[in-house]
């Protein structure tokens, strides 16, 4: 049998317990499905009953892909989005690269460790590419915690700084 792979907009965390309950209530194993598609959108019925010939038609499947496809783009574009956001905050001068002194605001004294990690030509700057390099790299869990913290890290430093 095929890997087990999720797919829709709900976590690993959700498929695995699903299938637990379908060996729990004893399905048997060459029964279980190789996909399983966990979503929020109603499934069509007929008459009360699931309408299985329309889950299986190509028109279905297509809308499905497309709807997950459209999600899965706009969580990707909104943690870039939060992250150019957070890179032109540390890039104070604007110049469109990140020095030690402008990280300093973001991380204090491990600035410079923080350079030598995301400078990827050795260049002594962080150049918005690298920047996004880096937080890609990231599960998007620890990416999210890690562009918080450094939102709520800058917005203390333009406190003290403007005296806001």
Request: glycine fraction near 8%.
């Amino acid at each position: 049998m095929g890997e087990r792979e999720a797919s829709g907009r709900h976590g690993e965390g959700e498929h695995q317990a699903l299938l637990d309950h379908c060996s729990h209530e004893g399905l048997p194993p060459f029964q279980m499905p190789d996909t399983i598609e966990l979503t929020d959108v109603p499934l069509p019925t007929s008459g009360g009953k699931v309408a299985k010939k329309l889950l299986r038609s190509p028109s279905y499947v297509r809308q499905n892909l497309a709807t997950s496809l459209l999600l899965a783009i706009q969580r990707t574009r909104s943690w870039q989005e939060r992250a150019h956001v957070l890179f032109e905050r540390i890039d104070a001068d604007s110049s469109g690269f990140a020095d030690q002194t402008e990280l300093a605001a973001a991380v204090g004294d491990h600035a410079s460790a923080l350079l030598s990690a995301l400078d990827v030509d050795r260049d002594g700057l962080v150049s918005r590419p690298e920047w996004l390099l880096a937080l890609a790299t990231m599960d998007e869990k620890e990416r999210d915690q890690m562009m918080d913290t450094i939102g709520s890290m800058l917005a203390s430093y333009e406190r003290s700084l403007y005296g806001v």
